[in-house]
C-alpha cells in the first residue's frame, strides 16, 4: 500500500506561485506513475498533470500547460508541482495520486490518494 500526504496549499494572489508537494511512505511508491488532480466548486474532479514512475517528463491539461510543472524525486519519495501564473479559475483542492498502472488522465485508473491541500487563488 501507498500512504500519500499533500503540503503546500495556501492563498495566493493572481500571477503569483506555489509549489505543492507530495510525501508517500510504502514499498511501492518508486514504480508508481504519479498524478495531480483538482475539484474546484460545483465542478467534476479533472485531470491537471501525470508523470511516469521513472520520471522526466510529465503530461498536462491544456489548461495548465505552460503554467505548472510536474517532478519527482524517488530517493525522497516526494511529488511536486510547481504553479506559476496562478489563476483565479485554478482555485480548487489539489490531490496527489499514485496507479499501479501507466499514467493516466483518468482518476478511476489510480489506485491511491491524498487528503487534498486547498488552493485559492484571488482575483
Known amino acids: 500500500q501507498v500512504q500519500l500526504v499533500e503540503s503546500g496549499g495556501g492563498l495566493v494572489q493572481a500571477g503569483g506561485s506555489l509549489r505543492l508537494s507530495c510525501t508517500a511512505s510504502?514499498?511501492?511508491?518508486?514504480?508508481?506513475?504519479m498524478g495531480w488532480f483538482r475539484q474546484a466548486p460545483g465542478k467534476e474532479r479533472e485531470f491537471v498533470a501525470g508523470?511516469?514512475?521513472?520520471?522526466?517528463?510529465?503530461y498536462y491539461a491544456d489548461s495548465v500547460r505552460g503554467r505548472f510543472t510536474i517532478s519527482r524525486d524517488n530517493a525522497k519519495n516526494t511529488l511536486v508541482l510547481e504553479m506559476n501564473s496562478l489563476k483565479p479559475e485554478d482555485t480548487a483542492i489539489y490531490y496527489c495520486?499514485?496507479?499501479?498502472?501507466?499514467?493516466?488522465?483518468?482518476?478511476?485508473?489510480?489506485?491511491?490518494w491524498g487528503q487534498g491541500t486547498q488552493v485559492a487563488v484571488s482575483s
Open positions: 495520486a499514485s496507479t499501479l498502472g501507466v499514467m493516466s488522465t483518468s482518476q478511476r485508473h489510480y489506485d491511491y
Open positions: 508523470i511516469s514512475w521513472s520520471g522526466g517528463g510529465g
Open positions: 510504502g514499498r511501492t511508491w518508486r514504480t508508481n506513475a
